[in-house]
T-cell receptor
Framework: DTGVSQDPRHKITKRGQNVTFRCDPI?????LYWYRQTLGQGPEFLTY????????KSRLLSDRFSAERPKGSFSTLEIQRTEQGDSAMYLC??????????????FGSGTRLTVV | AQSVAQPEDQVNVAEGNPLTVKCTYS??????LFWYVQYPNRGLQFLLK??????LVKGSYGFEAEFNKSQTSFHLKKPSALVSDSALYFC????????FGAGTRLTVKP
């Protein structure tokens, strides 16, 4: 297990379609995070999980967005009825919980979504 | 709420010169501060972190950062810049989820 994997790397979809992205974290990491990054901006926090529990959701995460981590391992992020404004890079990261001494995140390479 | 600010969108330095990328923070309690680097079409890579202890933190690729509590700053530094250091640099502060600054594009010219 060499890092955080995201699939697909690129996704082009038509407006109104649903898309789903997958993230496989580092296996021993119990926390998993989703971020969105648009060109020239820093990553914006969307949501995070500790094991299978979704502990925080940003106000950026509209009702069209849903994330799951059913078995506390991989996670999926679904966007329903995509809009052109959803075009961005979606980044996943994983980490140990803070109390376990490792505060840094390991990021995946991201999924670039283009809505046309 | 935890937040960081990066006052410079762009920093240009000549190869071999020292570089500084600025970051200021606003937190309640003790800050957990980080620097990440992003190369084109890549995810973010961890450079260094300040949790507690020495104010000068050393990280990857010869980078270091100085934590200054009185100025609420955490500037990234390198004594001698390389062309390969050209990238986007993000300062971040840890809350429930890591909060990032808007980023500073560093360009090192030969």
């Amino acid at each position: 297990d060499t890092g955080v994997s995201q699939d697909p790397r690129h996704k082009i979809t038509k407006r109104g379609q649903n898309v789903t992205f997958r993230c496989d974290p580092i296996s021993e990491h119990n926390r998993l995070y989703w971020y969105r990054q648009t060109l020239g901006q820093g990553p914006e926090f969307l949501t995070y999980f500790q094991n299978e529990a979704q502990l925080e959701k940003s106000r950026l995460l509209s009702d069209r967005f849903s994330a799951e981590r059913p078995k506390g391992s991989f996670s999926t992020l679904e966007i329903q009825r995509t809009e052109q404004g959803d075009s961005a890079m979606y980044l996943c990261a994983s980490s140990l919980a803070s109390g376990q001494g490792n505060y840094g995140y390991t990021f995946g390479s991201g999924t670039r979504l283009t809505v046309v | 709420a935890q937040s960081v600010a990066q006052p410079e969108d762009q920093v240009n330095v000549a190869e071999g010169n020292p570089l500084t990328v600025k970051c200021t923070y606003s937190v309640s309690g003790n800050p957990y501060l980080f620097w990440y680097v992003q190369y084109p079409n890549r995810g973010l890579q961890f450079l260094l972190k300040y949790i507690t202890g020495d104010n000068l933190v050393k990280g990857s690729y010869g980078f270091e950062a100085e934590f200054n509590k009185s100025q609420t700053s955490f500037h990234l530094k390198k004594p001698s810049a390389l062309v390969s250091d050209s990238a986007l640099y993000f300062c971040a502060v840890k809350g429930q989820g890591m909060r990032f600054g808007a980023g500073t594009r560093l360009t090192v010219k030969p």
